[in-house]
């Protein structure tokens, strides 16, 4: 069974248009996380949540919204895309919001706008 | 701020031999956390080994140990007995042992490692 799983693995879009990945995690985990990997493939976080409850905003444009309907899943909402979004977005997430845990990631949603 | 260095972009190695890939950080914290992450053409993150800052035995799991040098600032991580399946970009990471930092792992620019038949 996938422990973090994401969708769609794909997308190819075009500028102006508004997408929505979702993520859900099965391993019972209270926190869960965004990143981003870019075209050089260096990895940073965008968000981190808690019981549903937003804790690290690292200076993401206001186009992402992160939502948590529940503590199992983190989806995000990206409007008006733009081409330098292009990216592999990853979800994670780890057991509690002890820092240290370890994080776990989904397989990544490969995001291509055009 | 902190930050992480793989000085290596690139590394290949023999099968079932060893291979070791550098790491150096910088901060000013005593207490954090120091991870390795593996991502295989897959993409998926998978992690490899985490090490304690407080803890100066080096960790290991299997195959795969570090040379975690505090005062240096340094975490290599050796892989014995390379095997094909070890193919892969191979990333350094830093986390901080302060509330707010929950998953904020600052990483390094990865090492792309490929072992050779």
């Known amino acids: 069974d996938t422990a973090v799983s994401q969708t769609p693995k794909y997308l190819v879009t075009q500028m102006g248009n508004d997408k929505s990945i979702k993520c859900e995690q099965n391993?019972?985990?209270?926190?869960m996380y965004w990143y981003k990997q870019d075209s050089k493939k260096f990895l940073k976080i965008m968000f981190s949540?808690?019981?549903?409850?937003?804790?690290i905003n690292e200076t993401v444009p206001n186009r992402f919204s992160p939502k948590s309907p529940d503590k199992a899943h983190l989806n995000l909402h990206i409007n008006s895309l733009e081409l330098g979004d292009s990216a592999v977005y990853f979800c994670?997430?780890?057991?509690?919001?002890?820092?240290?845990?370890?994080?776990?990631f989904g397989e990544g949603s490969w995001l291509t706008v055009v | 701020a902190q930050t992480v260095t793989q000085s290596q972009p690139e590394m290949s190695v023999q099968e079932a031999e060893t291979v070791t890939l550098s790491c150096t950080y910088d901060t000013s914290e005593s207490n954090y956390y120091l991870f390795w992450y593996k991502q295989p053409p897959s993409r998926q993150m998978i992690l490899v080994i985490r090490?304690?800052?407080?803890?100066?035995q080096n960790a290991t799991e299997n195959r795969f140990s570090v040379n975690f040098q505090k005062a240096a600032k340094s975490f290599s991580l050796k892989i014995s007995d390379s095997q094909l399946g070890d193919t892969a970009m191979y990333f350094c990471?830093?986390?901080?042992?302060?509330?707010?930092?929950?998953?904020?792992?600052?990483f390094g620019k990865g090492t792309k490692l490929s072992v050779k038949p």
């Open positions: 994670a997430s780890s057991q509690d919001d002890r820092v240290g845990n370890t994080i776990y």
């Open positions: 090490q304690e800052a407080y803890k100066q």
């Open positions: 949540y808690n019981n549903k409850e937003l804790i």
């Open positions: 391993l019972g985990h209270d926190t």
């Open positions: 990471a830093f986390m901080k042992l302060m509330w707010g930092s929950q998953g904020n792992l600052i």
